[in-house]
């Protein structure tokens, strides 16, 4: 692993986006997301996809400059068409519209269609909770679960998150896929030849496997067995069905070429006003407490700390802050070749006891 700026990378996704016409707010949107993700210790999630979002920028598969169009229906009900845009761009302007509503409502459903992968669903929790709005997303994807009992990827991996305000300190972000494990970890473990750990996927027989283009070849397990299968039914149904996107096997993977379609991926978030329930200082009161009495409950032998879930991202966040990013000589040389093909330097690796940073800016275009 090799250690980069925050800051240089930053601008060399933000310069990659606009070259391909993405219009540079959106640009500045999707890359806010993939770089959170990777302070925040989410590699999979992070600038590693932005090979494959430069390929399908290039071949007309994501469009660039998407129309997206948001309706309200009813009172508290957004349906939106990110136009085969990217999914970061659809997402957080839904979002952004969602919490100018639920201000007023209390409440807010939105569904989005015709999208793309959205990177990590804690960046919208994370940035509801900032406006004092508690939060719920989901997202289908391509098919890489396979039904309990079934050796055939039909469900995608179909994360659930929750995103809770907190007065100080880390919001409470809870990010969850509904597989053991996120496909972009299997994915990130494919580009870098390491092998996966045993539980994670099952080949094309139905066999488990820990060879990651074997696993990408076959289906992740859910995680909780029939139970995890049964979230992601319920996931497909919220953001395929209801949505008005495609669901299950009929999600195109945009990392196949061997369709030309739109991926017509599905999200669908629940928002929710705090202060419409109680005064938001009640509410950051007695989350506080409960907090506090979950991580004073004793711990099993080897365990120091209980967290919650937010924690171990705000602390990893602080400390690559100051060391940097770390990229594998897999990714980095990725990312060269299409810096290259645009005509774009990649950043040089981070200097040895020089500052880094990221801003603590939130994206506003």
């Not at 139970?227 to 949505?243: F, N, R």
Request: with cysteine; net charge positive; charged share 20%.
């Amino acid at each position: 692993m090799s250690f980069y700026n925050s800051k240089d990378l930053e601008h060399f996704c933000q310069n990659v986006l606009v070259k391909l016409g993405v219009p540079s707010e959106h640009a500045y949107i999707v890359t806010d997301s993939l770089i959170t993700a990777n302070l925040e210790g989410v590699d999979s999630h992070g600038i590693s996809r932005l090979a494959i979002y430069g390929k399908r920028l290039k071949d007309k598969r994501i469009n660039p400059k998407p129309n997206i169009k948001i309706d309200k229906k009813g009172t508290s009900v957004l349906l939106v068409n990110g136009d085969n845009g990217l999914g970061q761009v659809a997402s957080f302007y839904a979002i952004q519209r969602g919490i100018e509503l639920v201000k007023k409502t209390g409440v807010c459903a939105i569904g989005i269609r015709q999208s793309n992968h959205f990177g990590t669903a804690s960046y919208y929790m994370q940035y509801a909770c900032k406006h004092q709005v508690a939060a719920i997303g989901f997202t289908n994807s391509p098919p890489g679960i396979a039904p309990w009992g079934g050796k055939k990827p039909f469900f995608g991996t179909n994360p659930i998150a929750f995103g809770f305000p907190t007065k100080d300190g880390a919001s409470v972000i809870i990010d969850l896929s509904t597989s053991v494990v996120a496909r972009g970890k299997i994915i990130l473990a494919a580009k870098q030849n390491e092998c996966i750990p045993n539980g994670w996927a099952i080949n094309e027989d139905g066999i488990e496997t820990n060879d990651p283009k074997e696993a990408l070849n076959g289906a992740v397990l859910p995680f909780g067995g029939a139970k995890g299968s049964a979230l992601a039914l319920a996931v497909e149904i919220l953001t395929g069905v209801l949505s008005g996107a495609t669901y299950g096997p009929y999600v195109n993977n945009i990392y196949s070429d061997d369709s030309n379609n739109p991926a017509n991926v599905g999200h669908f978030f629940v928002l929710l006003d705090v202060a419409k329930f109680m005064p938001v200082d009640d509410f950051s009161h007695h989350l506080q407490e409960l907090l506090n009495d979950m991580k004073n409950i004793p711990t099993i032998s080897g365990v120091s700390e209980i967290r919650y879930p937010g924690e171990r991202r705000k602390r990893e966040r602080d400390k690559r802050l100051k060391i940097g990013i770390p990229l594998s000589e897999e990714v980095v040389k990725e990312l060269k070749l299409l810096g290259q093909s645009l005509n774009l330097a990649f950043p040089k690796k981070r200097v040895k006891g020089k500052g880094q940073g990221k801003g603590s800016r939130e994206p506003e275009p």
